[in-house]
């Protein structure tokens, strides 16, 4: 069975999944990830509190926090950030319709090629979701 608990590292939320026994399974993080937090613990550890904290802080809503976060993704070009932006903010209930549409603004700010691309990247989460990749 799945439920999601999220938990903050920094801009990465891993997702807890429940097995039918009730025990929790945590996702584990992407192995660049992991490797930097095994070698440089009080830095992953400062980072995590960071982004935690900013992640919490202000007035907006998780479902617009998270759309901001893909918009800063996508304008950067960052084709890593925008899969985990697209896959927390899956996670965190965002339609792809929503989604797709930041992309779709992004067209007339950074050009139809870079927004293109981010669409691409957009995708290949969407579908790996799905399982159709």
């Given at each position: 069975?799945?439920?999601?608990?999220?938990?903050?590292?920094?801009?990465?939320?891993?997702?807890?999944?429940?097995?039918?026994?009730?025990?929790?399974?945590?996702?584990?993080?992407?192995?660049?990830?992991?490797?930097?937090?095994?070698?440089?613990?009080?830095?992953?550890?400062?980072?995590?509190?960071?982004?935690?904290?900013?992640?919490?802080?202000?007035?907006?809503?998780?479902?617009?926090?998270?759309?901001?976060?893909?918009?800063?993704?996508?304008?950067?070009?960052?084709?890593?950030?925008v899969?985990?932006?697209?896959?927390n903010?899956l996670?965190?209930?965002?339609?792809?319709?929503?989604?797709?549409?930041?992309?779709?603004?992004?067209?007339?700010?950074?050009?139809?090629?870079?927004?293109?691309?981010?669409m691409?990247?957009?995708?290949?989460?969407?579908?790996?979701?799905?399982?159709?990749?």
């Amino acid at each position: 069975m799945r439920t999601t608990e999220k938990c903050h590292y920094g801009t990465l939320v891993c997702v807890r999944d429940t097995a039918p026994r009730g025990e929790v399974m945590q996702k584990p993080l992407p192995s660049s990830i992991s490797g930097f937090e095994k070698k440089h613990p009080a830095v992953w550890e400062a980072f995590a509190k960071l982004g935690e904290a900013c992640h919490e802080t202000g007035p907006l809503d998780e479902k617009t926090r998270r759309l901001v976060k893909l918009a800063m993704a996508l304008g950067l070009r960052h084709e890593g950030a925008v899969h985990s932006a697209t896959r927390n903010a899956l996670q965190s209930g965002v339609t792809r319709e929503e989604i797709e549409h930041v992309a779709i603004l992004a067209i007339t700010t950074m050009g139809w090629p870079s927004a293109y691309a981010a669409m691409t990247w957009i995708e290949d989460e969407i579908s790996h979701r799905d399982g159709s990749k």
